[in-house]
T-cell receptor, first 113, second 110 residues
Framework: GPKVLQIPSHQIIDMGQMVTLNCDPV?????FYWYKQILGQQMEFLVN????????KSKLFKDQFSVERPDGSYFTLKIQPTALEDSAVYFC???????????FGKGTRLTVV | QQKVQQSPESLIVPEGGMASLNCTSS?????YFWWYRQHSGKSPKMLM?????GEKEEGRFTVHLNKASLHTSLHIRDSQPSDSALYLC??????????FGTGTSLLVDP
């Protein structure tokens, strides 16, 4: 089936440094999402993105977070600077339209030390 | 802010048994419910979605929806050890995003 690719699968970073998580969405999809999951439990919405713009962001999407998809390349989540509480698995997802199946990548496990 | 509540938090069923999972949204604007399954260390994969009142069946999986109470349930019959996973219910409103519940951890005991 359709695949969302995430790079890297694991990242360890020093607190205060910048990190960029990369996502290659399903090729014809138009809506993109980032979710955060801690300890294999609740999947929490961070942000969604359509037509080059953020549509909605949650209160977890701190000022240190930003997303972009320059010229249809990777959809990225940048955290600058990182904090210890940013340690989690970040899942990228995409969908063709609204109310259509959302496909998730395998996640990037981010550890901030 | 919309909340999606799932119960039970964890469930153990014998192999071949029936597993029943519940999910309720607090947002009256919700128009779609989704059930995802996530095996440990893997990405969530959609099992089924439902938006109209009633029941939908696909193989061993049946989903019910009561729109008046914003309650959905997932039933897995003839449960297999490979069904052991975290089951996530999600709700959406106008399709902009999925709001997930806290999940039900299912263990099928062989």
């Amino acid at each position: 089936g359709p695949k969302v690719l995430q790079i890297p699968s694991h990242q360890i970073i020093d607190m205060g440094q910048m990190v960029t998580l990369n996502c290659d969405p399903v090729s014809n999809h138009l809506y993109f999402y980032w979710y955060k999951q801690i300890l294999g439990q609740q999947m929490e919405f961070l942000v969604n993105f359509y037509n080059g713009k953020v549509m909605e962001k949650s209160k977890l999407f701190k000022d240190q977070f930003s997303v972009e998809r320059p010229d249809g390349s990777y959809f990225t989540l940048k955290i600058q600077p990182t904090a210890l509480e940013d340690s989690a698995v970040y899942f990228c997802a995409s969908s063709l339209g609204r109310d259509t199946e959302v496909f998730f990548g395998k996640g990037t496990r981010l550890t901030v030390v | 802010q919309q909340k999606v509540q799932q119960s039970p938090e964890s469930l153990i069923v014998p192999e071949g048994g029936m597993a029943s999972l519940n999910c309720t949204s607090s947002d009256r604007n919700v128009d779609y419910f989704w059930w995802y399954r996530q095996h440990s260390g893997k990405s969530p994969k959609m099992l089924m979605s439902i938006f109209s009142n009633g029941e939908k069946e696909e193989g061993r999986f049946t989903v019910h929806l009561n729109k008046a109470s914003l309650h959905t349930s997932l039933h897995i019959r003839d449960s297999q050890p490979s069904d052991s996973a975290l089951y996530l219910c999600a709700a959406s409103c106008m399709g902009y995003k999925l709001t997930f519940g806290t999940g039900t951890s299912l263990l099928v005991d062989p």
